[in-house]
DNA sequence: CGTGCATGTGCACGTACGCGCACAGAGGCT
DNA sequence: AGCCTCTGTGCGCGTACGTGCACATGCACG
C-alpha cells in the first residue's frame, strides 16, 4: 500500500488492524499508546509524532519501505534531472 | 530502504536530500517546513509530525509503501498467526 | 586571511500535542 | 428488551511541539 498522507496512513493502520482481528485497545496496549490517539491516527490525524506511529507500525508487524518514485513511461530519471536542476542553475 | 525508526527516518531524508544536491534551507522551503524543524528531523527526532514528513517526502520525490514484514523461512503466515490467536481466545 | 554558505543549536513564544477519564452511539448476542 | 463490546469524542492537564531569530562552527574559495 502507497502512504502519501496522513489519511492514507490511518486508513491503512485500521485494516491492517481489523485484518489482525485486534481492537483499538489491544493494539494501543501492544503499541504503547493511548486509544485515544490511535482513534485520532486512524481518523488521519496528520499531527500525530512518527516515533509513536513506528510504534504502531511495528506492532502490526508492518515493513514501512522508501524509494524514489517511479520514472515516468517517458524513461526520464528523475534523480538526475533534479540534481541537474539545482546544480546548473542554482 | 527499510525504515524502523525516527533515526532511519532523518538520515534517510539527509541523504535522499543531498543525492538531489539541496539544502536544508531550499528543501525546508519546497516542503513548507522550517529549516529548523528539518534538521531536527535528519537528526532522527521522534516527535516529529508525520504531516510535515510527508511534506518533505513529497519534496523529495520519495514514495512510501507499508506492506506486512516479510514472512520467515519457517514459511508460517504472521497475518494468519495474529488472526487466529484472537479469534480462539479472544 | 577574509568572505560566504551550510548546518547545528539556544531561546522565547503561542499553540496543540498526547494522555486519562467519562460518556454516547452503534452493533451483536442471548 | 437488556447487556456487553467497540469506537468516537469532549474536557482538562502538563508538556513539548514547530517557528523565527541569532549566533557559532566548519568548510570551500579566492
Chains 1, 2 share one sequence.
Do not use: C, Y
Amino acid at each position: 500500500m502507497r502512504l502519501t498522507n496522513a489519511r492514507d496512513l490511518g486508513l491503512f493502520v485500521r485494516e491492517r488492524r481489523r485484518r489482525l482481528g485486534m481492537t483499538q485497545t489491544e493494539l494501543s496496549g501492544l503499541a504503547g499508546v493511548s486509544r485515544r490517539w490511535l482513534s485520532d491516527l486512524e481518523a488521519g490525524k496528520p499531527t500525530a509524532e512518527i516515533g509513536l506511529v513506528f510504534r504502531v507500525v511495528h506492532a502490526l508487524a508492518l515493513t514501512l519501505e522508501a524509494r524514489p518514485a517511479e520514472a515516468e513511461p517517458g524513461a526520464i530519471d528523475l534523480d538526475d534531472l533534479l540534481r541537474d536542476l539545482r546544480t546548473s542553475r542554482g
